[in-house]
Every structure is written in C-alpha cells, then in structure tokens.
C-alpha cells in the first residue's frame, strides 16, 4: 500500500523558517518526481516547487523562488522543502504530490497535507 505523508507545518511569525518533510511508502521513491503544493480555501492548487527523480532538476515557482528550497533523499524515501522568510502570504496547506516529471499535471500520488500558517 502506498503511503505518502507530509510533516513539518506549524505556525510562525514574519520572516520564520519552517522544514516540510515529505516521507512515502510502498513504492520506490525516485520512480517519481516530487512537487510540493499549496491551497487555500481562496486560491486554487499552487505549485510551489518540484524536484526531478534523482534530484539533479529543481524548478520554484516566482512566489517561492528563493526563499524556498527542495532536496531529496532518495536513500531515505524523503523529499525536503526548506522554507525561509516566509511571509503571511504563504499560510496555506502545503502537500506533495508524486508525479512522472516536474512538467507534468497529473499526481500519482499525494498525502494529506500539513498547516503553515505565517503571521504579521
């Protein structure tokens, strides 16, 4: 059984950090690139950043470019978003999403998310 399951939200102030974690089981990890996601109740489905199956190609949307940054452990089934300077604008719930490559639409794969909230 599949198992795709994000960590690492909570709650900071202007110009916090915070260190999402996406870990997966039942599946080889780098059969999929890996994109990190976010939504509100006001916006559609972001795509914040993506990372490709060895990790050797990385893309930010503008919103994130910068101030966010993907990894992955492939040994230890674990995509990384590092989240730097974050700002209120980014409160939302962020989720992964496994996918063929970072230029693709459709997700085999995602979990259920984890709360970000930044305040002022």
């Known amino acids: 059984q599949v198992q795709v399951m994000e960590s690492g939200g909570g709650s900071v102030q202007t110009g916090g950090s915070l260190t999402l974690s996406c870990s997966t089981s039942g599946l080889s990890d780098d059969d999929y690139a890996v994109g990190w996601f976010r939504q509100t109740p006001q916006k559609e489905r972001e795509g914040v950043a993506c990372?490709?199956?060895?990790?050797?190609?990385?893309t930010y949307a503008d919103s994130s470019k910068g101030r966010f940054t993907i990894s992955r452990d492939n040994a230890n089934n674990t995509v990384y978003l590092q989240m730097n300077d974050l700002k209120p604008e980014d409160t939302a719930i962020y989720y992964c999403g496994l996918k063929r490559a970072c230029g693709h639409n459709s997700l085999h794969y995602r979990g259920q998310g984890t709360q970000v909230s930044v305040s002022s």
């Open positions: 990372v490709s199956r060895k990790g050797g190609f990385t």
